[in-house]
């Protein structure tokens, strides 16, 4: 995919991938389910990230569906029922928030329903 040129959703212009370097956007699907899928209004959605981190990525994922006060706490930690996962598995196993997205990773943010609305 070195020195390609794509279209970014977001900024409505052409983006050219130079090796991973400045303009880089990586392609996740990013499924919600529970609570974010409510806010999202959407179950999954194609996402493009300017960052390769799963902590850039859910942050710009977070800040473009509004989820921001279910899912994350004051200090940018994941709220302790909500589950986020990287191809199936927990952030937790495969690197926790520093750990490297690629193309067309799933990223899972899931907030099951307890009965009570505490968000």
């Known amino acids: 995919m070195q020195g390609q040129e794509r279209f970014c ?12 370097g400045p303009g880089f956007m990586v392609r996740l699907i990013v499924k919600f389910m529970g609570i974010p899928r409510q806010y999202a209004h959407t179950g999954r959605v194609e996402f493009e990230s300017t960052g390769n981190k799963l902590r850039d990525a859910l942050k710009e994922i977070v800040d473009s569906y509004n989820l921001s006060d279910v899912i994350m706490t004051e200090n940018g930690n ?8 990287v191809n199936g598995r927990s ?29």
């Open 9 to 20: 959703q977001e900024t409505e212009s052409i983006v050219r991938d130079e090796s991973r």
């Open 78 to 85: 994941v709220k302790p029922y909500v589950r986020v996962l």
């Open 91 to 119: 952030y937790q196993f495969v690197g926790g928030m520093d750990a490297t997205l690629h193309d067309d990773d799933a990223v899972a943010v899931i907030y099951p329903w307890l009965g009570h609305e505490d968000f």
